[in-house]
């Protein structure tokens, strides 16, 4: 298939910080790339060299076959961006701001309405309301319909749920979809794991590098090793005494179990690990083998990073 | 054009809207140039005096009455222990000293010159300036009326004042706080307004969008240069209506010399703004150059009292060259003839200035 988006080698720094170290991707027509990763990763450079507003220290991009550098006016009009922060005007209502983003691109409500219609009849009745003045998800539909208005080519949202509760977040990933199903390719980061199971392709981004760009099932499946979780009320004092046990990989607090990830599921480790609970837990306890969700997939191949 | 026409809406759309832009454009310089008018005022209202007299005689009690008749000048101590009136001089219980000779009257009398000493609190320098200048002219209406053979065939001078007849110091004064004014309107708003949009990010929407780099800056300099225009001619208004200015020079000619010095004022406001990234930052270039400018401008003091460093720097800044047309438009009628050297220089500034600014501001970071 032929690609829409196609990055080579792309690095840029800041002074003698490497913002991005030689990242080269591809995306496809009709699907939804996520890039996840720490603050601090490099999404939002990335972001803002595949939106021409910056230029990287080397490598090149291109968007619908236009050059990201050279081409950067034909790219300005053909995409649609949201900013990592709230970058409407404050003071202008809902109405207002929609109808200015959509005039500068040359385009009316009236003609793109289609576009929007799924996100703005829910904000159709705060349309005489100030932008400032709304809701943290209301503000990031509007911001989603602002850069829908002019139909892009392309959506490039920089962190769009950040900042936003479960309920809002959810629905959001729901238009996401239904944008995608229009036919708009869309690429999106976010700093939130369990985000990565709604894209199509996720690529984890961290210290500037992608570690690995496939699909969120696929990345799950092939997460080496197995993972444990046991529950206890002394989750402390057992996390003290399974970090000394040889033979696994990382004990690590996840919501309000301990989990440990082992490099192979063998008997005489369960054995061990059971025995030292046993020894010297008074409460109760247990341990049962889990499937890896994607934050468990991400924290492994961070750790592999920094070990190399 | 479309753009530039969509940008200007959308900035005046937001002015409007908000209650505070609104008061900081219009109000504010509305009431600053009533209040500040009347107490930039360097008007000499009363003079306090001491009264040394070592005579005692009949002519020295003569020109005592001469300062008691005299509006301006009150009595506030009358001894001949000069000691003490120095210590009145220096609690600011007394302005100045008039010290009366011994032999006063009888010198006079046989027509020998005589000298009165006047000793004069020079903290303020100007105001000494003005009392020196009204004691002479008492005491010289005094020798004129009183006497005496000495005086005769003795050169004596006499002026007249041209343009401000009435020595109505507001005259002076209102044209260069109305510059101040819109030069403080016009830097101070475009350099916040843009770093604005930096500060909340609208900036980085913008910036991916069809819209040019000098779309951009004409769309915020173009309201800011209308709001500048009308609110200078507002200035005028009152300063003819309320303090009766006299407007004796051509308005068209006022208009294009405005305009070519907003265009300054918005170039630099455009250059400190490129160079910030907040609103604070922002504000802060801004206000130093604004004092750099209204103390350099000959507002205060007169560009041929500053010393030679001084008149070279005044001379190097705009707005200089504004006050001293628009002082000659409104008050002596210049026209174009006589202004052409600031004309250049303006032109010169704007274009300049605007250069640079460009230059500076680049839509691609890095």
Not at chain 1, 119 to 140: H, N
Not at chain 2, 311 to 331: E, N, W, Y
Request: proline share 4%; glycine share 8%; charged share 20%.
């Amino acid at each position: 298939m032929q690609s829409f988006i196609s990055a080579k080698n792309l690095s840029k720094s800041y002074g003698d910080t490497l913002a991005l170290d030689d990242v080269s991707f591809q995306v496809y027509p009709n699907e939804i790339v996520g890039f996840i990763g720490p603050d601090g990763s490099g999404k939002s450079t990335l972001f803002q060299i595949l939106t021409t507003l910056l230029i990287p220290d080397s490598g090149s991009a291109t968007i619908a076959g236009f050059d990201t550098g050279r081409d950067f006016p034909k790219i300005r009009s053909s995409i649609g961006y949201m900013p990592g922060r709230f970058s409407l005007y404050p003071d202008l209502s809902v109405e207002e701001n929609l109808r200015f983003f959509a005039n500068i691109f040359g385009s009316s409500i009236e003609e793109n309405y289609e576009m929007i219609k799924g996100v703005y009849t829910l904000l159709a009745p705060f349309a005489k309301r100030k932008a400032g003045a709304l809701s943290g998800g209301m503000k990031q539909k509007l911001a989603l319909c602002c850069a829908l208005i002019h139909k892009p080519l392309v959506l490039f949202l920089d962190e769009p749920t950040t900042g936003v509760d479960a309920v809002s977040r959810t629905e959001f990933w729901d238009n996401l979809v239904q944008i995608r199903d229009g036919g708009i390719p869309i690429v999106v980061s976010t700093p939130y794991m369990d985000e990565a199971t709604r894209c199509d392709r996720v690529a984890m981004i961290y210290g500037g590098k992608i570690m690995q760009m496939d699909t969120p099932e696929y990345i799950i499946a092939n997460y080496q090793g197995s993972l444990l979780a046991i529950r206890t009320q002394e989750r402390y004092l057992a996390k003290q005494l399974l970090s000394q046990i040889k033979g696994i990989d990382s004990v690590f607090t996840f919501g309000d179990a301990i989990h440990i990830s082992l490099p192979e599921r063998t008997e005489p480790i369960i054995d061990e690990i059971d025995a030292v609970l046993q020894r010297e837990l008074s409460s109760t306890y247990s341990i049962t083998e889990i499937l890896p969700n994607f934050e468990d997939c991400f924290l492994q191949f961070m750790r592999q990073k920094s070990h190399e | 054009m479309r753009n530039i026409f969509l940008l200007i809406s959308k900035e005046f759309k937001q002015i409007f809207r908000s209650r505070n832009m609104l008061a900081i454009i219009f109000m504010l310089p509305i009431i600053q140039l009533l209040v500040l008018s009347n107490a930039a005022d360097f008007e000499l209202k009363l003079v306090q005096f001491a009264w040394e007299d070592l005579d005692k005689s009949s002519l020295s009690a003569d020109l005592l009455q001469k300062f008691l008749a005299a509006p301006i000048f009150r009595l506030t101590g009358d001894s001949e222990n000069s000691e003490a009136n120095d210590i009145m001089l220096r609690d600011n219980e007394a302005d100045v000293i008039i010290s009366i000779p011994k032999g006063f009257e009888r010198d006079l009398v046989n027509g020998f010159p005589s000298t009165i000493q006047i000793r004069i609190n020079a903290i303020d320098g100007s105001a000494a300036g003005l009392i020196s200048a009204y004691v002479g002219e008492i005491i010289g209406g005094f020798y004129r009326s009183e006497l005496i053979q000495v005086q005769q065939g003795a050169p004596s001078t006499t002026s007249r004042y041209l343009f401000n007849p009435e020595l109505n110091y507001k005259a002076y004064m209102i044209p260069g706080i109305l510059v101040i004014l819109v030069s403080i309107i016009g830097l101070l708003l475009t350099a916040l307004n843009i770093a604005r949009e930096k500060e909340i990010g609208t900036i980085e929407q913008i910036n991916v969008t069809p819209i040019k780099k000098y779309q951009f800056i004409l769309g915020k300099l173009i309201p800011m240069l209308i709001i500048g225009i009308v609110e200078f001619w507002v200035g005028v208004l009152i300063g003819c209506g309320v303090f009766h200015i006299p407007f004796v020079g051509n308005p068209l000619v006022q208009l294009l010399f405005l305009v070519v010095y907003l265009w300054v004022m918005l170039g630099i406001g455009l250059l400190i703004s490129s160079q910030s990234q907040t609103q604070q930052q922002a504000m802060f270039i801004a206000f130093f150059v604004i004092m750099v400018f209204v103390f350099l401008s000959g507002l205060f003091s007169a560009v041929e009292n500053m010393p030679n460093w001084g008149t070279v720097l005044s001379k190097m800044i705009p707005i200089t060259h504004f006050i001293r047309s628009t002082r000659a438009i409104m008050l002596n009628g210049a026209g174009m003839m006589h202004l052409y050297k600031d004309f250049v220089v303006l032109v010169l500034y704007a274009i300049g200035v605007n250069l640079l600014a460009i230059f500076a501001y680049r839509k691609t970071s890095n």
